[in-house]
């Protein structure tokens, strides 16, 4: 297993693996069940100078899911993504954190880390297939957040679906890092490690020469 010290690290490995060892797949290139673990997740900027990651964008996206606000109409001004995906009323099922909210379920899962810290049910679920027909137009790429306990440390495991490396990987994994200090923080723990699990981590065509486009 692929460790790294940080995401930054870990966008800067995938994206030279995918362009030299993906597979061409519905107009990206792809590996498949990629797994891989990021030791320092609170060191979770990317500032790899031709990625040009915005940090004030990932802040914004990361309070719209604190918000719990299916509607995507005001961080679509910042992320014109967000309107290829709303619905008629403007709402997405990709707000993680009106997801984590359904249910209680984060606040349930921090109260069972609580009281029992070796729990196995410390889960979050966002992507349902028994929900499959909510998908017609935003689909959550995000499948589960798992949390345990280990060493008096908050481990997080993220499975996700798909993950588009450039832009969704740097931002999810900024937003989700966020989630595991929130969590972290309400049990008086530290921070542990990060793993990241896809089952398709792509990058598109029109980012395959980043490098070239800014210099390096």
């Known amino acids: 297993m692929n460790k790294f010290k940080n995401a930054q690290e870990a966008f800067e490995f995938y994206y030279d693996e995918i362009l030299n060892n993906g597979i061409d797949f519905d107009g990206t290139k792809a590996l498949f069940n990629i797994g891989f673990e990021i030791l320092n997740p609170m ?14 964008y990932a802040i914004r996206e990361w309070e719209w899911y604190l918000s719990g606000d299916k509607s995507a109409l ?3 001004k910042f992320a014109s993504i967000w309107k290829n995906v709303m619905d008629e009323n403007g709402e997405v099922q990709s707000n993680y954190g009106w997801q984590w909210n359904r249910n209680n379920q984060l ?8 009281f029992k810290p070796n729990t196995r049910h410390a889960v979050l679920t966002i992507y349902d297939g028994k929900e499959i027909e909510n998908y017609k137009y935003d689909t959550p790429c995000t499948l589960n957040i798992g949390f345990q306990i280990i060493n008096n440390k908050l481990n997080m495991t993220v499975t996700m679906r798909s993950n588009d490396l450039i832009y969704g990987f740097c931002n999810d994994q900024y937003c989700f890092s966020k989630l595991q200090e ?29 490098k070239e486009k800014y210099g390096v």
């Open 43 to 56: 060191d979770n900027k990317i500032n790899t100078p031709w990625r040009k990651w915005k940090n004030s």
């Open 182 to 210: 929130m969590v972290a923080n309400e049990l008086n723990l530290e921070v542990g490690t990060y793993f990241h699990f896809v089952f398709n981590l792509h990058i598109y065509h029109r980012h395959f020469k980043l």
């Open 107 to 114: 606040n349930k899962i921090i109260e069972k880390l609580k």
């Open 74 to 76: 005001e961080i679509s």
